[in-house]
């Protein structure tokens, strides 16, 4: 089992990527550090206080993350994505609150969990990068590994023509993060916009009450999957991006990786948060301890069967 600190602005995709991981069985979700992105911090607090108490976790812990980008530029939400509050037509209820921890549970999260925990970034990288910055090289060097959602390597991007939007929301924090630490796997939009799930397959997944989280599915992933029809007409549901996220962990064997250093463009121009990698033939780059894992390919069937497994877990 992986023990899983989740770092996320919930957003659509976040909060099916948190579904995802507290009813999958080969993860421990430790800790969930809630940042702007998707929407305000405080709002993305509300959306996970919501989805734990759904899911009877009230024990995970909520840290308190970012609420803008380290260059200090005013944060651009998505409500035609995600909807006003972050979960397309759904409002959780004003009296969800739930208990914000200060954000050094962090370190004791690592500390207690020490060469035994992944973290998991599926939002902006401010909050990551603001835990290297407190704690260092000798806190971060504990964790075992850090999956990251972002980038666009070779494809266009989804907020610019080169960029996407986590690495481009705080282009800073993300060049740091690739720059500075260990043992990163990066899943780009290269492989997350073809991890798409059709309208029959969520049908297939809310067809009976499996879980507390059922009831939620099918209308935000309507949401979602309208939002994303204006953008590509031709789509024949909504690319998952950070549930796949979660899925590259606990399937390794069915994700393809390339090994190269990759860093993100922090100027301040048309290029900003464009990702960048050596993929030249005849790269002769070394790798290092500090060389990143860049998905490429994967196994579309066993993305859609072990989500759908995931998703009709029942749990009392």
Known sequence: ?????????????????????????????????????????????????????????????????????????????????????????????????????????????????????????????????????????????????????????????NVTPVAEANFHGDAIAANLVLNKLNHIYITPLNVTNHAVITPETIQKITSQSFNAFTHLIKPIFDYYTTAYKKLNPGLSGSPLHDVFTVFALVNPEQVRYIERQASVSINFDNTKGESIADFRANSSEQATENTDHIAISFNYKAFVKDFVTVMTTRYI
């Open 1 to 157: 089992m992986h023990n899983v600190l989740l770092f996320c602005d919930p957003g659509i995709d976040d909060s099916l990527a948190i579904m995802y991981a507290l009813l999958n069985p080969k993860i421990n979700v430790v800790g969930i550090v809630s940042s702007y992105g998707n929407v305000p911090q405080k709002q993305a607090i509300q959306n996970v206080s919501y989805l734990l108490k759904l899911a009877g976790r009230e024990d995970i812990p909520i840290i308190g993350g970012a609420k803008s980008p380290l260059s200090g530029e005013i944060a651009v939400f998505y409500p035609e994505i995600h909807g006003e509050e972050g979960l397309g037509p759904i409002r959780p209820p004003e009296t969800i609150e739930g208990e914000v921890v200060n954000f050094d549970e962090i370190f004791k999260i690592i500390d207690s969990y020490a060469d035994n925990l992944v973290i998991l970034d599926v939002g902006r990288s401010t909050s990551l990068a603001i835990a290297f910055l407190l704690g260092g090289q000798e806190k971060l060097r504990k964790v075992k590994a850090i999956y990251c959602m972002g980038g666009a390597f070779l494809v266009p991007g």
